[in-house]
């Protein structure tokens, strides 16, 4: 499948240049032949240089160059191995029923990715390959009848007591449908208490309950700056999942998720992560986007008010 992609995307670039090039001879050929008329022609005025505009050439230059560009960012991530999830499937978020009402509705859907650095796309090679980015464009071509928004409310080097600070101008005044919470890394990269952490998110997420949003949050991530605080990551997500379960919430868990992809799926961690040891890479944030926006899907046809679910919905997965 991998290798009929890159196949056909070939394809497509070819013909792209092919029809270029031929739309420059065929106006070369035009400027250098005679015109042909029966009638003259008295006191012609030839065009200056600015009235004729920039030559073909350049704009067939600029189609090249825009086919190398889009040859070279999908061969590097369909380069990478596909995007699988843990065996058994990833853990529910459980029903989403704001988010699944506006969508059976056909009414705009506005998301927030309120988070630090993993959210605002630290580690990605462009702002398209961010998480919020990647999960906009598949939710979209899931719901394509309906005007769906992800905001990137994400601050590098934040967590749950700054977090805590802008949650109401970020967040709750913004009055989304869908509020993705990444929080926790820094507080286990700082040596904060994990159990102070966990009041403040406790108390953010009844606020935004109490506002009308579903919430989903997302725990640290699997990499070696968090891994070697081993005692205060694994604590950290079981808070986190103690709260979503007291609060009736979605998580997703990224650490077990990328966990999988090491120990399971055999990934080397500089598959994912950057080399600074914490930050995850474009397939790294491709994927983590790309399972979160399956389970979103799959969470919002649970409520069962009429949205057709696919049996498969990684049917179309671009990364």
Not at 66 to 89: E, L, M, T, Y
Not at 152 to 180: F, H, S, W, Y
Not at 240 to 257: C, D, Q, T, W, Y
Not at 269 to 278: E, Q, T
Request: aromatic fraction near 6%; proline fraction near 7%.
């Amino acid at each position: 499948m991998l290798a009929l992609s890159l196949t056909a995307f070939a394809a497509d670039a070819q013909v792209t240049i092919r029809a270029a090039l031929n739309a420059t001879a065929t106006t070369q050929a035009a400027q250098s032949t005679p015109a042909q008329s029966t009638v003259a022609a008295p006191n012609r005025i030839e065009p200056s240089p600015e009235q004729v505009g920039p030559p073909q050439k350049t704009l067939t230059a600029k189609a090249v160059e825009k086919v190398k560009q889009v040859a070279k960012s999908a061969s590097d991530i369909f380069s990478r191995v596909p995007c699988s999830p843990p065996k058994g499937g990833v853990h529910s978020l459980g029903s989403l029923p704001h988010v699944a009402n506006r969508l059976i509705a056909g009414q705009p859907v506005v998301i927030i990715a309120f988070g630090s650095s993993s959210t605002q796309g630290w580690g990605s090679s462009a702002p398209e390959y961010t998480y919020p980015n990647r999960l906009a464009a598949q939710l979209r071509r899931q719901y394509p009848s309906v005007d769906i928004t992800v905001v990137n409310a994400g601050v590098g080097g934040e967590d749950a007591p700054e977090m805590t600070r802008r949650l109401q101008t970020a967040v709750i005044d913004r009055k989304p449908d869908l509020v993705i919470w990444q929080v926790g890394t820094n507080a286990v990269l700082r040596d904060l208490d994990p159990s102070e952490t966990a009041k403040l998110v406790e108390d953010g997420v009844g606020r935004i309950q109490a506002a009308g949003s579903d919430v989903v949050l997302v725990d640290p991530q699997y990499s070696p700056r968090v891994t070697e605080r081993a005692e205060s990551a694994n604590r950290m997500v079981r808070l986190l999942n103690k709260i979503a379960s007291l609060r009736h919430v979605g998580i997703f868990p990224r650490f077990e998720v990328m966990r999988d992809w090491h120990e399971r799926q055999s990934l080397p961690v500089d598959s994912f992560v950057i080399a600074d040891g914490l930050h995850m890479n474009d397939w790294g944030y491709a994927c983590f986007a790309q399972l979160l926006g399956d389970d979103i899907i799959r969470s919002v046809g649970q409520i069962k008010l009429g949205v057709d679910v696919p049996s498969d919905v990684r049917t179309y997965r671009p990364l």
